[in-house]
C-alpha cells in the first residue's frame, strides 16, 4: 500500500491506496427477482450539443452497462437524433437549445420551457451527471444552471464533469457547500478550478494538499481528480485509486467515469448507513474509489484484448462484464435474499 503524507495546517493528512476492489465488492449489488424496474437506478445526463454526442452516450450506456435500470440523456435538438441512432435504450430528451437556435426576446420563455421539462422528470432521477459534451454556449450553459439548482433543492446528486465544470469553474455557488455534488476534473479542468478556487499553479510535489484545499475552497463537494492516479477528496480524507488500467488515452475515458459512477453512487446511497458503519467513508467518496476501480479494471482488459487499437467503445463492453464478475464475492450479510448473477 502507498502511503503519502502531507502536512495540513497543524494536521498531518495521510493519502492511502484505497482498498478499491474491496469496496467494489462490497456495494455490488446483485441482482433481485422481487425488484421492479427503477430500483437499481434511474439516471440522466445533461449534455449533448452540435459538436459533442459520443461524451453523453459513453457516460449514458456506462451506466446502464455497470447496472442501471434507466438511462435518460437531456440534450440539444441537433444532438438527439445522433445520440438515439447510438443507442435504442437510452431515453433522449431534445430539449436543450443553444443560442444561435434562439432570439434574444424569446430567452426567458425558452429557458422556463427548458426548466419545466426537466422538473417533470427530476424527482425520479437517482443521480444526474452535468457536463458530458454540453459545449460552452453562454444560453445553454445559463438553462443548466437552473436544472442544476433545481437537482439541489430536490437533493439529487450531482456529478459533474467535462464543459459542466467549465460553468462550475465559473459559477462556484452551483455546488459550494453541496454535499451530493461529485466533480470529476481531467488535467485542464483541474488546472482551471485550482486557478479560480486557490488562486495558483498545479503544485503535483504536494498534490493530496492541494486537493484537500480544493475541496475546502468549494466546501462540501467531493473531487475526483483524474490521471496517472486517480485522487479523491471531501475536503476531509484524500484516497487514491492506481490500479492498473490502460496505456491508452484516446478520448471518452472520462465520459465513462462519470456515467459509472452514477449507478455505483445510487447503490451506495440506498446501501449508506450501512457502509458508513463499515468504511466510515463519505458515501460520496466511496462511489469515487468504486467508479475509478472499475473503469481501470474494464480498460486494463480491454487494452489486453486490443493493445494500441484500445478505444472507449471497446472499454465499455467491458464494463459490468468480466469487470464485475471478477471482482463479486459472497458477502452474506450484505447479499442476503438475492440471487447473484
Ligand atoms: N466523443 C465525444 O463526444 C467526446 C466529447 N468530449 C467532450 O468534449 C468537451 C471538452 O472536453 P475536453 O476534455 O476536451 O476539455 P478541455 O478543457 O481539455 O478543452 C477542450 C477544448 O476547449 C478549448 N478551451 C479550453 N478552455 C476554453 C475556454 N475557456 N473557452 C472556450 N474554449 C476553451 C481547448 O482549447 C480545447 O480545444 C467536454 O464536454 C467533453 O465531455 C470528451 O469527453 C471527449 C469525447
Ligand atoms: N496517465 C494515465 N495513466 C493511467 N490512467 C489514466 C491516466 N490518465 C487518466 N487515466 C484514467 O483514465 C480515466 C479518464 O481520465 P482522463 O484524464 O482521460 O479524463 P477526460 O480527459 O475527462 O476524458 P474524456 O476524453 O472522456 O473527457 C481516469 O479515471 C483515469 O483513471
Ligand atoms: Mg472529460
Not at 471497446?314 to 464475492?329: A, F, M, P, S, V
Amino acid at each position: 500500500m502507498q502511503d503519502l503524507s502531507a502536512k495540513f495546517g497543524s494536521r498531518t493528512i495521510t493519502t492511502v491506496e484505497a482498498d478499491a476492489e474491496s469496496i467494489l465488492r462490497k456495494i455490488t449489488p446483485t441482482l433481485d427477482p422481487n425488484r421492479h424496474k427503477g430500483q437499481a437506478g434511474k439516471v440522466a445526463v445533461i449534455g449533448g450539443c452540435r459538436e459533442y454526442t459520443g461524451a453523453p452516450y459513453f457516460a449514458a450506456i456506462s451506466a446502464l452497462k455497470i447496472g442501471a435500470d434507466l438511462s435518460h440523456v437531456f440534450c440539444t435538438k441537433d444532438a438527439a437524433p445522433i445520440i438515439k441512432s447510438y443507442s435504442p435504450e437510452l431515453i433522449v430528451h431534445p430539449i436543450l437549445e443553444e443560442s444561435y437556435s434562439v432570439r434574444d426576446e424569446e430567452k426567458g420563455s425558452i429557458s422556463s420551457k427548458v426548466l419545466a421539462e426537466v422538473a417533470k422528470w427530476m424527482e425520479r432521477f437517482d443521480c444526474i451527471v452535468v457536463g458530458p459534451g454540453l459545449g460552452r454556449d453562454p444560453f445553454l450553459l445559463d438553462c443548466v444552471s437552473e436544472i442544476m439548482k433545481l437537482a439541489r433543492r430536490s437533493n439529487v446528486p450531482i456529478v459533474v464533469d467535462g464543459d459542466g465544470l467549465f460553468l462550475v469553474t465559473n459559477n462556484l455557488d452551483l455546488v459550494s457547500g453541496y454535499p451530493l455534488a461529485v466533480l470529476t476534473p481531467n488535467i485542464n479542468e483541474y488546472k482551471r478550478l485550482v486557478q479560480k478556487v486557490l488562486d495558483s499553479e498545479v503544485n503535483d510535489q504536494e498534490a493530496s494538499e492541494q486537493l484537500l484545499s480544493l475541496a475546502r475552497g468549494i466546501g462540501g463537494a467531493t473531487i475526483l481528480r483524474k490521471g496517472k492516479s486517480d485522487l479523491i477528496s471531501d475536503g476531509e480524507t484524500v484516497n487514491m485509486v492506481s490500479i492498473f488500467g490502460s496505456p491508452r488515452r484516446c478520448g471518452g475515458q472520462g465520459d465513462i467515469l462519470s456515467g459509472r459512477f452514477v449507478t455505483t453512487e445510487c447503490l451506495i446511497l440506498i446501501l449508506a448507513c450501512f457502509l458508513l458503519e463499515i468504511f466510515q467513508l463519505n458515501p460520496m467518496v466511496l462511489g469515487c474509489i468504486a467508479a475509478s476501480a472499475l473503469l481501470r479494471k474494464a480498460a486494463s482488459i480491454a487494452f489486453k484484448d486490443k493493445k494500441r487499437a484500445t478505444l472507449t467503445t471497446d472499454i465499455i463492453e467491458y464494463l459490468g462484464r468480466r469487470c464485475i464478475e471478477e471482482t463479486q464475492c459472497s458477502i452474506p450479510e450484505f447479499h442476503s435474499g438475492f440471487l447473484r448473477a
